[in-house]
């Protein structure tokens, strides 16, 4: 139920998410992958860039960042029981993000294209590779290995990425991941 809320809200998301860039970018910043701040790590892009806009990293302070998206940030209420991670993903042209997987099999990962080129981006997810299409939500088991890529040539993918907590789904539902639909 609650994906179809966030594919239902995406044109109001995607005006926030255009206000923004047409304000200036100032506080997308570049993503960190954990393993590069370790010495020996690798960052998390093999090409091209991928910045970050949070609205939610566990308990870090971005109010102001979440009062500049207040449709985003009710929908995001409305997803039960998160992770407390949400955050628009920006991927330039010609980025490709590298294999990783989260450390636990607790949580979902959901990404909902709200600028997307027609072509050229997609997401592995274990074996599968599906293509990104702009108010599609994808939710997979953050647990299994994936990356992603934007191969065109002259637009940047920016997608809503949000993190509910597995609790009480039957994990079966997610042994292979899919898009999920009404």
């Known amino acids: 139920v609650w994906v179809a809320d966030v594919e ?68 995001l209420e409305r997803v039960p029981q998160t992770y407390g991670h949400a955050f628009f993903s920006s991927t330039a042209c010609n980025t490709h993000i590298t294999d990783h997987n989260g450390p636990t099999a607790k949580k979902l990962r ?24 702009r108010d599609r939500a994808i939710v997979f088991d953050d647990s299994f290995n994936h990356e992603a890529w934007n191969d065109h040539l002259s637009e940047a993918r920016i997608a809503l990425m949000l993190t509910p907590i597995l609790v009480s789904v039957n994990l079966s539902i997610v042994s292979t991941w899919r898009r999920w639909r009404e």
Not at 113 to 131: K, N, T
Request: hydrophobic share 35%; with cysteine; glycine share 8%.
């Open 8 to 75: 239902r809200n995406a044109p109001a998301m995607r005006e926030e998410l255009l206000k923004l860039r047409d304000q200036g970018a100032e506080h997308f910043q570049p993503y960190r992958a954990p393993s590069s701040e370790q010495e020996g790590g690798r960052g998390a892009t093999d090409r091209g860039d991928w910045n970050v806009f949070y609205l939610e990293l566990h308990n870090m302070d971005f109010e102001a960042h979440r009062q500049r998206c207040p449709v985003t940030c009710g929908v």
């Open 110 to 133: 959901c990404h909902l294209p709200l600028l997307c080129p027609a072509e050229g981006c997609r997401i592995r997810v274990g074996d599968e590779i599906v293509s990104m299409a």
